[in-house]
């Protein structure tokens, strides 16, 4: 696997022309819940749930885990299409699809993760759990709409990004890298189920993206701060950390493979996240990053990298920077509007969305 490209993706739309698509169906996490996870009956108190998230949004807490828009709304504009709406949103429409991400959400159900003694404790809107909602959501189209079937073909499916929780829970109580790693059959396993179920119900194009270099997380580098053991790049992240999320991007890849041999006349295409954020980790200064702030945290307070797990983002007192276009990261966890259409930009241009059925 190649890391640590400097520049952006030749833009091949010529070669390619990109597909239309009639809505997109979203599964994963608060990487790209739009609003779900704050409809859940804990989801007051999540930090999502107030200010000053969602400031860029006219002040709106719309339960993005940002200070404004995600990926998932980029790449829908790019795409000609409205953002999906959250499938526990009452009263709206359907008609472009369905988000059904859940901000903490994991790709392993929680009794699994308890057989491995990891807790979860934000939701229990696990991918499986999104899958069912999906399948509710199907059967009623399809009493409604006898053209079910070329609804699904004529959308894109977003499987992910998922799994990065399972193994933020397994990092935050305590796991070690061994442990987690041996987390990484199941999660992929979760997903290619997952991708199979939707490509046999009808599905025809998907994109599985992959997880981020977890190593630059602010939220990590405080955490690991004082480990003796701990070795970082050129960049300042945890090198044990980003090769954990390489290895399971690798896997996630070859799994991707024999998926793609199994279902020939199905377009299945990977995400790359973690190239698309090193792009811009790299290129930070040429985008309007501050230099000096790559790595710290705009909404936070406290420490190296201005982020402390006991006061986080979303807290009474904990305020968030006067500039947030010249940071990347806007919690300790996720990434600032900015950024995120940075890395929508990326993966645009390097041709994850190009037309191939």
Known sequence: MHI????????????????????????????????????EPAGP???????????????????RCSNGLLMIDFLAQVLGLPTPNPYLEP??????????AVAGSTTLNTSV?????????????SLLVQLDWFLAHYQNLCETDKNCNDILKRSLFMVGETGGNDYNYAFLQGKSIEDATALVPLVVNNIIDVAKKLIDLGATRLVVPGNFPIGCSPMYLTLFKNNDSTSYDDKG????????AMYHNQYLQNALQQLRLEYPNVAILYADYYQASEWVLTNAPQLGFETKSILKVCCGTGGDYNFSLMSTCGMEGVSACSDPDQYI?????????????????????????????
């Open 4 to 39: 640590g490209h400097t520049h952006a993706p030749l833009d091949h739309t010529h070669n390619h022309k990109r597909c239309k698509y009639d809505g997109i169906f979203q599964f994963g996490d608060s990487i790209s819940d739009t609003g779900n996870q704050i409809r």
């Open 113 to 125: 993760l308890l057989q491995n003694r990891i807790l979860s404790p934000v939701t229990n809107s």
């Open 91 to 100: 009263g709206v429409s359907f008609n472009h699809g369905v988000n059904f």
């Open 237 to 244: 992240c945890l090198k044990g950390l980003n090769t954990f």
């Open 45 to 63: 108190l999540s930090p999502c749930a107030h200010k000053p998230y969602g400031q860029n949004l006219n002040g709106e807490v719309t339960g």
């Open 329 to 357: 990261n806007w919690d300790g966890v996720h990434l600032t509007e900015k950024a995120y259409q940075s890395m929508a930009d990326w993966l645009i241009k390097s041709q994850v969305f190009k037309c191939i059925v």
